[in-house]
């Protein structure tokens, strides 16, 4: 079970490759909050879950590392990795989410079974 201060993979849809520069290449990936606004990341493939390549089917399953800051019921507050910042202060990204969207980090791509919730979602 996922608790404060826990690591996790927040499930997300990477929507599209973007363009191959800056190397490994650059993608949008969506994700929709508790309240289901819909938010957009774009950063470099390597900092999402999974195998994001040019020719990969999109949309796609994918995951954002996020760290657990608070959780209360079934929402947690969840801020990005040192990877995904905003702007030059290198601030995180902050977003109350449903908490059954958090997996534990895992090397694996994230399958479409586990990430059928956040793709239906995103598709409402």
Same mark, same amino acid.
């Not at 999402?48 to 994001?52: H, N, R, Y």
């Given at each position: 079970m996922l608790?404060?201060?826990d690591s996790? @993979? &927040?499930l997300a849809v990477a929507v599209s490759w973007l363009t191959d520069d800056p190397q490994p290449g650059i993608v949008l990936v969506e994700l929709l909050d508790a309240y289901g606004r819909p938010h957009q990341l774009v950063g470099k493939s390597v900092y999402?879950?999974? @195998? &994001?390549l040019p020719t990969s089917p999109y949309p796609c399953p994918t995951s954002i590392r996020c760290t657990i800051?608070?959780?209360n019921d079934?929402?947690?507050?969840?801020?990005t990795t040192d990877l995904l910042t905003d702007g030059p202060a290198h601030l995180p990204f902050v977003f109350e989410v449903l908490l059954d969207l958090l997996v534990p980090p895992n090397p694996q791509p994230p399958n479409a079974s586990t990430s059928l919730a956040a793709t239906v979602r995103l598709a409402e």
């Open positions: 608790s404060k201060g996790c @993979e &927040l999402f879950g999974g @195998e &994001l800051e608070d959780i079934d929402l947690a507050t969840v801020s």
